[in-house]
């Protein structure tokens, strides 16, 4: 081979490697598809709708449930080649893809920002599979039912491809057909809590918390405010995690939750109704896994009960407008701190940033950093 035709192959491979492509040729069996939709979900005038495949669609279904702006998700079955396919004959081959049919309010969250959020879930350089899971079933592909769609996630893709040395192998196509996924398939994750998930939770709880915070009625945080129980809409649309924190007095992992090792300047609220509970300033590095205080940014937000659970006899710490539990206080921080220690769950948080503040709602505690 001449060095000419070397580099010409080189060329195309260098090529082929970092074009987006179109992986239809991972389907399988092949031959022509079915023309139909059936889903229950339906969407209204101003709104959109989009299909996403991305391994299991029970994470991707829960997922895409705590993002504000979406309305409403469920599960099916699309693009394959046979009709009204069964999730065991999915799973035998019929070359549907596992799909989450994601309805939402483009008024609110665009669809190249739902799309953000979704390849942040997924590996788009694997092929049939994501996570533990392996198959046709698992490939990752977008589905349109408006063709205006295309130009978006074509963009979306060509700008991921950008971060990947190895080709996105994510499909682009129309939706041909979606079949809704049995009963026991919808909402599965809030179902089944403790079920297998291949989405980082954090993402999930990322989403979650964003969520909340647009459920509240308006975006004044004033002192003057009076906070209050959260509403059960509000609980509903907390992850799975804060809810079983919050509610149900659960410890997350150590180490492994959102706020451990973040020391931006900003304030902690609460996650279920958005009062200020703790501040920046008095946030130190305990080393025992999650996030610790010197001090609330007022005793009286907290309420503290005596926890004889598990076989030990410790301090449980709960905000007091919404009684959701937030962790424990120690008597073992540091001197020069006053040698309190709160350590506080991350899922009962939401942290705003001292330059969001102001248009979060917390403009009036700005001084506290004074």
């Known amino acids: 081979m001449t060095v000419l035709a070397v580099a010409a192959a080189i060329a195309i491979g260098t090529y082929l490697m970092l074009s987006p492509r179109n992986i239809s040729a991972s389907r399988a069996p092949s031959g022509p598809m079915p023309e139909e939709i059936i889903q229950q979900n339906q969407k209204s005038d101003g709104e959109a709708e989009i299909y996403l495949a991305g391994g299991c669609f029970w994470g991707t279904e829960f997922l ?37 049919h994601v309805i939402y309010n483009p008024d609110f969250v665009p669809l190249s920002k739902i799309l953000d959020i979704y390849f942040q879930s997924i590996d788009p350089t694997l092929t049939n599979n994501q996570g533990k899971d392996y198959g046709v079933q698992y490939r990752t592909g977008i589905y349109y039912s408006n063709p205006a769609d295309e130009e978006v996630i074509k963009n979306s893709l060509k700008n991921l491809q950008s971060s990947f040395f190895n080709p996105i192998v994510v499909e682009c196509e129309p939706i041909k057909n979606f079949y809704r996924a049995e009963e026991e398939h919808q909402e599965y994750l809030i179902k089944n809590p403790n079920g297998y998930c291949h989405v980082s939770r954090n993402l999930i709880d990322e989403q979650a918390k964003a969520k909340v915070a647009n459920n509240f009625p308006n975006k004044d945080f004033s002192r003057s405010r009076v906070y209050d129980k959260p509403t059960k809409d509000t609980l509903k649309n907390l992850s799975e995690l804060q809810r079983a924190v919050t509610q149900n007095a659960a410890t997350e992992p150590p180490f492994k939750n959102e706020y451990d090792e973040e020391f931006r300047e900003g304030i902690y609220v609460d996650v279920t109704n958005g009062q200020p509970l703790f501040l920046s300033t008095d946030k130190f590095e305990s080393d025992c896994g999650w996030p610790s205080f010197a001090k609330p940014i007022d005793k009286n937000f907290l309420e503290e009960r005596t926890d004889n ?14 009684n959701s539990h937030l962790g424990h206080v120690f008597d073992d921080g540091p001197a020069n701190l006053g040698g309190i220690r709160y350590c506080i769950n991350s899922a009962s948080l939401r942290f705003i940033p001292r330059e969001n503040m102001q248009e979060e709602g917390y403009g009036e505690w700005l001084n506290l950093f004074n």
Do not use: D, I
Request: glycine share 12%; aromatic share 6%.
């Open 309 to 322: 659970s598990f076989g030990m006899q410790r301090t449980e710490v709960r905000a007091k407008a919404s």
């Open 64 to 100: 895409m449930r705590n993002v504000p702006g979406v309305v409403s998700v469920e599960v099916g079955y699309s693009n394959g080649t046979t009709r009204n396919p069964t999730y065991r004959e999915v799973c035998k081959g019929t070359g549907h893809a596992e799909s989450a």
